[in-house]
């Protein structure tokens, strides 16, 4: 396989780095981010570690901040302000926070953007978490919403769209129908993967590197296959000669 797929498969993939500790982070990072790959920082490693590990590991590869801000739109516009300095090259947000605060976080982005003359990050909405289903949306939301969860992603990620964002996190089982409503270039970024005969772990639904891009994503977020992997590099590359094979 050349080189150049392999890059360009790269670019398609985020390693979660779900660990408690900058120690881990960094020791995995070190294998997996040589390969081109981006890295992704959740919640528990920033409340750990904070910005000044996110600065570090935007350094070495495309950096998801993945801290789901949901708040009132004068602090998210600041958050992302805030990330945007860091560094990195994708961050998200609730789209149900609603249209001003979306807004507000678009426009501190790009605002930011200009001012440090840096690559605007992209920003990327978090439609219905896919741990809550139809009853969980009921018990928060009234009677009167959708008992559908997925309908209510694809609407949210209509929504994600309008209202400027770059794409969206879906489920594999949501990225077809979403592919569909919002088109070819809309980021669409897919959890839940595990390559053939890989561990499951507490993920209910998942797919195939390769058959995630077919179903439509254009990113793929990969945690424990390669993190809890004997060799995390060797693990990384497997992966992406399966990706690089199927984007051909
Ligand atoms: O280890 P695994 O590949 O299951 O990790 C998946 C990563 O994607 C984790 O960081 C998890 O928090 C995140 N994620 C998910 N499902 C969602 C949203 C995010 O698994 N719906």
Known sequence: ???????????????????????????L?????????????????????????????????????????????????????????????VMNLHTSGGEAMVRAAVEARDATAQETGATPPGLIGVTVLTSLDGDDLRAVWGDSADPNASAHAVRLAERSQAWGLDGVVASAKEAEAIRAACGPEFLIVTPGIRPAGADVGDQKRVLTPAAAIRTGASHLVIGRPVTRADDPHAACAAILNELAEALA
């Not at 498969?9 to 120690?23: E, Y």
């Not at 495309?62 to 600041?78: C, E, M, N, S, W």
């Open 1 to 27: 396989m050349p080189d150049e797929r392999i890059s360009a498969a790269a670019k398609r993939v985020f390693i979660a780095l779900d660990f408690p500790s900058a120690q881990e982070a960094l020791k």
């Open 29 to 89: 990072a070190e294998k997996v981010a040589p390969l081109g790959v981006g890295l992704k920082m959740g919640l528990e490693l920033f409340t750990s570690e904070g910005p000044a590990l996110a600065r570090d590991l935007a350094g070495r590869g495309d950096l998801f901040l993945d801290l789901k801000y949901h708040d009132i739109p004068a602090t998210v516009g600041r958050s992302v302000a805030a990330a945007t300095r860091l560094g990195v090259a």
